[in-house]
């Protein structure tokens, strides 16, 4: 796996401070995307063993709340096969931050359902993320005033009261922000 950047200190990709991790590979090739070189398999850098260190010391400080996943997409077969591991480990070093995840794919339509994006350890990275937007982008529903997603038909959801419930609960922003 690749990725195009690791970004330590993100507010904008989830609640409160975060590590986000752009990983590299996306075959949704969303128009208006904002992060087209994301979509290229090969592009940034190779992911290693120094690169998960380097994202676990990230997550070491009480101010990060947790990791945030996206890219490119976290759930190409290719991709999650990596960060698999990458999340059995946060869950064990840091079981009091949080996971989040942007994904193209639908929660239950495609990464629930049958579809090219499951693979083997797909249940078991569901499993481990807290919350999850899903849907891809979709330019002509684009709207800045929406809260850590960029267009109307994306969805944020509580995965795990999701998963436990058998139906999708939206994820509840704990911070109300003003008017």
């Excluded at 992911?47 to 490119?72: D, K, M, R």
């Excluded at 999650?80 to 064990?92: P, S």
């Excluded at 499951?118 to 684009?142: H, P, Y």
Aim: contains cysteine.
């Amino acid at each position: 796996m690749h990725y195009g950047e690791i970004k330590k200190c993100d507010i904008a990709n989830g609640e409160g401070v975060r590590v986000s991790l752009f990983v590299s590979g996306c075959t949704h090739h969303c128009p208006g995307c904002f992060n087209q070189d994301t979509w290229d398999f090969h592009y940034g850098k190779e992911y290693t063993e120094e690169t998960e260190a380097e994202i676990l010391g990230a997550l070491a400080p009480s101010y990060i709340n947790g990791l945030t996943l996206l890219g490119g997409e976290p759930f190409e077969p290719q991709n999650q096969r990596v960060l698999a591991g990458l999340l059995r480990k946060v869950r064990e070093q840091y079981p009091e931050k949080n996971i989040w995840c942007y994904s193209g794919y639908l929660f239950d339509k495609e990464l629930l359902g049958d579809s090219r994006a499951r693979c083997e350890v797909t249940d078991e990275i569901l499993s481990m993320i807290d919350v999850l937007v899903d849907g891809r982008f979709v330019e002509a529903k684009k709207d800045i005033r929406l809260v850590f997603r960029g267009s109307s038909n994306q969805r944020v959801i509580d995965v795990k009261k999701s998963l436990e419930a058998g139906e999708i609960v939206p994820w509840e922003l704990k911070v109300k922000r003003g008017m």
